[in-house]
Each structure stands twice: as structure tokens, then as C-alpha cells.
């Protein structure tokens, strides 16, 4: 069964526009939409996100069956995202490499959304190379945007990202961590 569940993810910093674009009415509409039922928000250090209500039920005489509520649940940072992504439909992440490429390599759909506010906008330069690669979509921190990218992207259509290569620096790494981690 296709997972209907999606992850928003700030890193280890704050980007609270991404956090409050992510549960505006355009954005759950749009995710919604797309058959996602549950959204995780890994807010960092920032504000968690504001609950969230059900829709309201039809009125009495409507043959429309009542939306299922979108579920979100919001929690502080974590080290690592790997297992939840493995188990998710679609990927909203800032722009930080770490979580970017922790996205891409799980296979899964990735928004990147750049938070302009940080060193320098360097977060910008990875994102728009990967977009312009087919390997994700990026979105602004605005809840137009963020709902038209959702809405927009054929998610089926990206192009993985290629294998990481190894080399002699990843070899050397890989023993050291090995020897430092395994008693």
C-alpha cells in the first residue's frame, strides 16, 4: 500500500515560515488532494506548528462523504529522518544539504524550500541545481507557493539521483568509523 503520509523538515535550525506555510489552508487542501492523510513537521528549534481542525462536516442533506482530517503531528529535531522518510509519500524539506541529500537518496519526492534567511542565501545555489537536474522541485516559503508546487509536480517524473560514489577518502572514513564505533 502507497504511503499517504508527508514530511516537512526544517534540520537542526528554525525556519518558522516553512512551518507555518505548511499548515495554511492551501497547503492541506493541496496535500490533501494528493492523498496524503498524515503530515509529520520536524520544526527543530523553531515553533512547533498550531493545531490544526478538522474540516467541518457536510451539511445534513450533502451526499458528499465528510473529508478524512489530515493528521499533523510536530516534534523537535532529530539526527536522523532516514527512517521516517523511507515510509513517506512526499518530502518538504529547507534547503540544507544534509536533509536535502537525506531526501533525495531515500527515493522519495523532495520539495526544497529555501530559507533565504541563512548564510549568505547559500541554500539557493543547491537547490535551483537540482530542480534544474529533474531531481526535485523547490517551493518559496509562502503558502501559494508551496501549494502550487504541491499541486504542480508530477512527483512520478524526478529523476533519481545517481549512486554515491566511494573513493579513497569514504573507504578511509568508513574504517575509522568503524574502528572508533565497533568495540
Known amino acids: 500500500?502507497?504511503?499517504?503520509?508527508?514530511?516537512?523538515?526544517?534540520?537542526?535550525?528554525?525556519f518558522d515560515a516553512l512551518v507555518a506555510a505548511?499548515?495554511?489552508?492551501?497547503?492541506l487542501a493541496a496535500l490533501t488532494a494528493r492523498g496524503i492523510t498524515r503530515?509529520?513537521?520536524?520544526?527543530?528549534?523553531?515553533t512547533a506548528p498550531p493545531p490544526v481542525p478538522s474540516p467541518p462536516p457536510p451539511p445534513p442533506s450533502s451526499k458528499t462523504p465528510r473529508a478524512r482530517p489530515l493528521e499533523v503531528v510536530g516534534f523537535p529535531y532529530m539526527p536522523s529522518l532516514v527512517t521516517l522518510m523511507a515510509d513517506t509519500a512526499l518530502v518538504i524539506t529547507h534547503g540544507g544539504a544534509g536533509s536535502v541529500l537525506e531526501a533525495l537518496r531515500s527515493g522519495v519526492p523532495t520539495i526544497i524550500v529555501v530559507n533565504g534567511?541563512?548564510?549568505?542565501n547559500h541554500q539557493a545555489e543547491l537547490a535551483t541545481a537540482l530542480a534544474n537536474d529533474g531531481h526535485a522541485?523547490?517551493?518559496?516559503?509562502?503558502?501559494?507557493?508551496?501549494?502550487?508546487?504541491?499541486?504542480?509536480?508530477?512527483?512520478?517524473?524526478?529523476?533519481?539521483?545517481?549512486p554515491a560514489r566511494g573513493g579513497v577518502f569514504a573507504g578511509v572514513l568508513a574504517q575509522e568509523l568503524a574502528a572508533a564505533y565497533d568495540p
Open 117 to 120: 534567511d541563512l548564510m549568505d
Open 22 to 27: 505548511a499548515v495554511t489552508p492551501p497547503v
Open 137 to 162: 522541485a523547490t517551493a518559496a516559503p509562502t503558502a501559494d507557493s508551496l501549494a502550487a508546487v504541491v499541486n504542480g509536480w508530477a512527483w512520478g517524473e524526478r529523476l533519481a539521483l545517481p
Open 39 to 46: 503530515l509529520l513537521i520536524q520544526y527543530g528549534r523553531g
Open 1 to 14: 500500500m502507497a504511503s499517504t503520509t508527508a514530511l516537512v523538515t526544517v534540520g537542526s535550525t528554525s
